[in-house]
Nanobody, 129 residues
């Protein structure tokens, strides 16, 4: 059974930092495209960052470039999202996602949540001004 277990959300003031973690099974994690998406009530789920765990390629939404960093720990089958300089508009439920097939992320891994098959339960991030 595929499981993505997220942790690390919380409440911070603007300018603060949080680190999200997404632990996956070794089969799901290995050589896969894994991403972080976020969603606020009434809005579509949007891609934030993605990483190909078989290499070093990373992808970011324009809104988080320079502030967020996605990384991996192969020994722990875990993907992280380090979020710095947080803004109130970053407030959302954050979800970890993975694909059912192994391979690179392709050209637009943040374009649509439909490109992913497996999802974590979500972790809430709240940034106050």
């Amino acid at each position: 059974q595929v499981q993505l277990v997220e942790s690390g959300g919380g409440s911070v003031q603007a300018g603060g930092s949080l680190r999200l973690s997404c632990a996956a099974s070794v089969y799901t994690y290995s050589n896969n495209c894994m991403g972080w998406f976020r969603q606020t009530p009434g809005k579509e789920r949007e891609g934030v960052a993605a990483i190909y765990t078989g290499g070093i390629r990373t992808y970011y939404a324009d809104s988080v470039k320079g502030r967020f960093t996605i990384s991996q720990d192969n020994a722990k089958n875990t993907v992280y999202l380090q979020m710095n300089s947080l803004k109130p508009e970053d407030t959302a439920m954050y979800y970890c996602a993975a694909r059912a097939w192994r391979g690179s992320c392709g050209s637009s891994p943040l374009g649509s949540p439909l490109g992913y098959n497996y999802w974590g339960q979500g972790t809430q991030v709240t940034v106050s001004s």
